[in-house]
């Protein structure tokens, strides 16, 4: 092949990648990130305030229901360029959950490092329940608020971003979300790889109207995984 067309190649890829990377810049997009940012905010600060009486509810269930540990489950997770935060969760587990996690590591459905069984002995009676119904999700809106997450966007890994292979490291571009295009499209039957292939694709050109689309098909499969329609 003639080297002038093998540097004309190189530089169409060169202009596809800088386009692809410019266009997350908020510089770029002034008007789909002010959106997006009002949003989250909007939105979460709103939730928290008309949800905190039942998220009380929750928090002393959880608590009767296992004593022995904390309401909250606050885990390391990987954000927004490979930065570690504190994501919450109410506790579903028991409060050795991390350390029984190496002994049940065999016993994995996906590859290490992500971790996933069917029936997980470490959830507890009111765990299985709040994640059926993505109910332990809620205090997310905290980490929202303070702009650790977004309503949509890739969801944060619990391994750091050193375990990546090179081309996942993309989906470290965008700000973690609450939900995304795993949770609706895939959730329980896709890898890691898989999950990043799903989430870069869709984050590449960024839609502030289609993650509107996304948080209502959202809504569809919480409602449908618990059987309310």
Request: some cysteine.
């Amino acid at each position: 092949m003639p080297n002038a067309t093998i540097r004309a190649q190189a530089e169409a890829r060169t202009t596809a990648v800088r386009a692809a990377t410019d266009a997350l810049h908020p510089d770029a997009r002034p008007a789909y990130w002010f959106c997006k940012r009002l949003l989250d905010i909007a939105f979460s600060a709103t939730a928290l305030l008309l949800l905190g009486l039942p998220m009380l509810v929750i928090a002393i269930w959880v608590k009767l229901d296992d004593s022995s540990g904390p309401i909250f489950f606050k885990q390391p997770r990987t954000g927004l360029g490979g930065r570690r935060f504190n994501l919450l969760k109410y506790r579903t587990m028991v409060s050795n959950a991390e350390e029984l996690k190496e002994q049940l590591r065999d016993q994995s459905e996906v590859p290490w490092p992500d971790f996933r069984m069917a029936n997980d002995p470490r959830v507890t009676r009111i765990g299985r329940f709040l994640r059926k119904s993505s109910l332990d999700e809620l205090p997310q809106f905290i980490n929202v608020l303070k702009g650790d997450m977004s309503l949509v966007g890739p969801r944060p890994t619990s391994f750091a971003a050193g375990t990546y292979d090179i081309w996942q490291t993309g989906r470290l571009d965008f700000r973690p979300g609450i939900t995304g295009p795993w949770q609706v499209e895939g959730r329980s039957s896709m890898d890691f790889e898989e999950r990043c292939r799903l989430e870069i694709s869709f984050f590449r050109d960024p839609s502030f109207w289609r993650e509107i689309r996304l948080l209502f098909a959202t809504v569809r499969v919480v409602f449908n995984r618990t059987g309310v329609a």
